[in-house]
C-alpha cells in the first residue's frame, strides 16, 4: 500500500518546470521564443527519462523503500548498450539488389548506443562510510557487483574503462578457473560441500566488480592512468572514481578524476525511530 501510494505521488512526469534565467542577454530573441524552448527542454527530457525507463527505475527504488531501511538508486550513468538496428546492405557504395536480385536489400546489425541510464542498486551491495552521518560527508561510496563473464567483458565499451587491464583480468581469470589444490588430500570442496566457493573464490564463474567513487589521491591517480589537473599536488585527496575486478589478482580497470565532484548515489528512506535521536538509515 505504502509503494502504490508512493508512486502515485511522484506520478509519471517530470516534477517540475523549467523557465529561462532572467539575468542572461538573450540577444532580443523574443520571450515567447524563450519560454517555448524551456517547455521543449522539459518535454525532451521527460521523454528521455520514458525512453530509458527511468520511471520503472523509479518504482523498483521506491518498493525497496518501503521494504528495506533505504533504498539506493545509481545515476545518471552513461553506458553503450548494443541495440539491433536495421540498415541497407551497401556493396562498394551501391545498394546490394542493384547488383545481385538474390542478395537480401536490408541487414541488421548489433551497434553501441551510447544511453544516460539510471539503476537501482540492491541494498546489499552499497557500502558506505560507517562513521558519517550522511553520504555527502562519507569519505567514499562502493558499489559491489558480481557480472556474468560477458557482462563484464562488455564494460569495456563503456567510457573510461582500460582495455588492456581488462584483457588482463580476463586473461587471469580464466587461469584461475583451472586451478586445483596441490595436494590431493585435499578435502575442503568436500567439507564445505555448496558453501564452497571454489580454490581461488570462483564458484559461478561471475567476475567481482568494486566501484569506488570518493575521496582518492592524486598521485594514485595519476599512477592509474588517469589525467587530474596539473594544479592539484600529488599530496592532495580529490574526488575520483576507481574500479577494480576482485576475482583472482586485482586489476584496476578504471581510474578517473572526478571533476564535477558529484557521486552518482542517492539515497532515500530513512526512518526515524520515535522516542530516539537515532534514525535507521544505510550506515
Not at 518501503?66 to 540498415?87: D, L, W
Not at 552521518?133 to 582500460?162: A, V
Not at 592532495?236 to 564535477?260: H, L, M, P
Not at 542517492?266 to 537515532?278: D, E, T
Request: net charge negative.
Amino acid at each position: 500500500t505504502a509503494h502504490a501510494k508512493v508512486m502515485d505521488a511522484l506520478g509519471a512526469d517530470v516534477p517540475f518546470e523549467m523557465e529561462a534565467l532572467e539575468n542572461l542577454d538573450y540577444n532580443q530573441i523574443p520571450r515567447e521564443a524563450i519560454e517555448a524552448a524551456a517547455q521543449w527542454r522539459k518535454s525532451y527530457i521527460s521523454d528521455y527519462l520514458k525512453y530509458i525507463k527511468f520511471f520503472d527505475t523509479l518504482d523498483d527504488a521506491a518498493l525497496d523503500a518501503t521494504i528495506f531501511p533505504a533504498a539506493i538508486i545509481k545515476g545518471p550513468i552513461m553506458v553503450k548498450e548494443r541495440q539491433s538496428v536495421v540498415k541497407r546492405r551497401m556493396i562498394g557504395g551501391i545498394p546490394a539488389e542493384q547488383l545481385d536480385p538474390s542478395i537480401p536489400p536490408f541487414m541488421v546489425v548489433n551497434e553501441p548506443v551510447e544511453k544516460y541510464v539510471f539503476e537501482t542498486v540492491p541494498f546489499w551491495d552499497y557500502y558506505v562510510d560507517v562513521n558519517a552521518k550522511n553520504t555527502k560527508k562519507s569519505i567514499g561510496e562502493i558499489h559491489y557487483k558480481r557480472l556474468l563473464p560477458q557482462e563484464f567483458r562488455d564494460l569495456k565499451d563503456n567510457p573510461g574503462y582500460d582495455a588492456d587491464q581488462m584483457a588482463l583480468a580476463i586473461a587471469s581469470i580464466d587461469s584461475l578457473k583451472s586451478s586445483m589444490p596441490e595436494s590431493d588430500n585435499d578435502k575442503t570442496h568436500q567439507q564445505l560441500g555448496e558453501k564452497f566457493n571454489g580454490f581461488e573464490a570462483i564458484k559461478d564463474n561471475k567476475i567481482g566488480v568494486c566501484e569506488y567513487w570518493g575521496l582518492v589521491s592524486a598521485k594514485a591517480l595519476r599512477d592509474y592512468g588517469a589525467q587530474v589537473p596539473e594544479n592539484i599536488g600529488d599530496d592532495e585527496d580529490v574526488e575520483g572514481c576507481v574500479v577494480t575486478c576482485t576475482s583472482g589478482r586485482e586489476f584496476v580497470i578504471k581510474a578517473q578524476y572526478n571533476f564535477y565532484g558529484y557521486r552518482p548515489f542517492m539515497v532515500f528512506g530513512v526512518k526515524k525511530i520515535p522516542n530516539s535521536v537515532y534514525k535507521n538509515s544505510i550506515a
